[in-house]
């Protein structure tokens, strides 16, 4: 399968990244495949996958033997496989890390979900994950909740790497990259060097029209139907628009000039859930310099497939974008409780793959005593 269209992205400033990892990822040689051949140059992992991959026994039988003979914990033993899985998939990406000098090359964990509203355990477990995994192209994953944004600042201000998720309005990303700006201003002030902290802010795209599209389909009429498919896109540029006028800013010159790296937006959840959509549209109207598009494996070789690179795809597009978002309002639905929904639900459904998780090796290490 040719690649040339994935270079072309890389080339139009997007980083290609992989939403996926496991044990038969690693062992089999599937990621440096990936990096060597389709131009991935980055990982993202979160509670869903982790529990996916988990499932398979036999990739993880031995480390899992191994703990339950040490009696281990449950939440000690999770812990570990994950941790284990993600510092392998740093020495993988090391070699992107190293030609990028560090901007890519970064493999994602998360923070469990369950303490999304407990800012002081969130700031303790990122700092615990940061710790065990102990590479420098890791990044922490914590949620934009209310009480995320803090950790986020706190955890910044360690010198520790963070990739933002969960992130669906414009107002909490703007909020975002405010704790971002405060937490380096705090590692500045805490004499670190800021060319070493990464961060991304990961937008999700799929979900919101999948959101809207279920409540345009109730209202009914032709003029609701034909804004199907199109809130998403509009969404991610706005959001787009906001990162332009904050990293122009002098808040924002001032750290740079003092060698601080901007935190890139990343387009998250970009498999299309509707079959009637094209199978890369949320990354062929994504394109702009300095992002990230952070794919399913399906997805990437999509792209690769029949993908077009349309350069710069949105910043052209800004007036469009906002017509979009005022139709859907003029419809009659409430923006604020679309992303409020989405963030609710994003976060429930992190918690139970965290809990699947946990019985998952529960049982796991049941079964090899």
């Given amino acids: 399968?040719?690649?040339?269209?994935?270079?072309?992205?890389?080339?139009?400033?997007?980083?290609?990244?992989?939403?996926?990892?496991?044990?038969?990822?690693?062992?089999?040689?599937?990621?440096?495949?990936?990096?060597?051949?389709?131009?991935?140059?980055?990982?993202?992992?979160?509670?869903?996958?982790?529990?996916?991959?988990?499932?398979?026994?036999?990739?993880?039988?031995?480390?899992?033997?191994?703990?339950?003979?040490?009696d281990a914990q449950v939440n000690e033993a999770m812990r570990t496989l994950m941790t284990y899985d993600v510092r392998w998939a740093c020495d993988v990406m090391k070699p992107a890390a190293d030609a990028s000098k560090g901007v890519d090359g970064r493999v994602s964990i998360e923070v469990d979900p369950g303490l999304a509203a407990d800012t002081a355990r969130t700031v303790a477990e990122a700092k615990a994950l940061w710790w065990l995994v102990d590479r420098d192209n890791l990044f922490i994953k914590i949620p934009a909740t209310r009480e995320g944004l803090p950790a986020i600042t706190a955890v910044l201000a360690e010198g520790i790497s963070v990739n933002v998720t969960l992130i669906f309005s414009l107002e909490r990303y703007e909020a975002v990259m405010n704790a971002f700006f405060a937490g380096i201003e705090q590692a500045k002030a805490n004499g670190h060097d800021l060319s070493k902290i990464g961060s991304v802010a990961s937008f999700f795209v799929s979900r919101v029209d999948s959101e809207y599209d279920k409540r345009l389909d109730k209202i009914g009429t032709d003029e609701a139907k034909a804004l199907k498919g199109k809130a998403a896109i509009a969404n991610a540029k706005l959001a787009y628009k906001k990162y332009e006028e904050l990293f122009s800013s002098e808040r924002w010159q001032t750290l740079a000039d003092a060698g601080a790296q901007p935190q890139r937006p990343l387009w998250a959840s970009t498999s299309t859930k509707n079959p009637e959509y094209r199978d890369v549209i949320y990354v062929e109207e994504l394109v702009a310099p300095g992002t990230v598009n952070t794919m399913p494996e399906s997805v990437i070789h999509a792209f690769a497939d029949h993908g077009e690179v349309r350069l710069d795809a949105i910043t052209g597009s800004y007036a469009e974008a906002q017509q979009v978002m005022d139709a859907l309002a003029a419809v009659g639905i409430d923006y604020d409780d679309v992303v409020q929904v989405l963030e609710r639900e994003g976060v429930e459904k992190f918690s139970v793959s965290g809990n699947e998780m946990i019985e998952t090796v529960k049982s796991a290490l049941e079964a090899a005593k």
């Fill in 1 to 70: 399968m040719s690649s040339d269209r994935l270079a072309e992205l890389s080339a139009a400033g997007v980083a290609v990244w992989l939403d996926d990892l496991s044990r038969a990822r690693l062992s089999t040689g599937g990621l440096d495949k990936l990096r060597r051949e389709q131009h991935v140059v980055g990982v993202t992992t979160n509670p869903t996958i982790f529990a996916k991959a988990l499932t398979s026994a036999e990739d993880y039988a031995g480390q899992v033997k191994d703990l339950a003979l040490r």
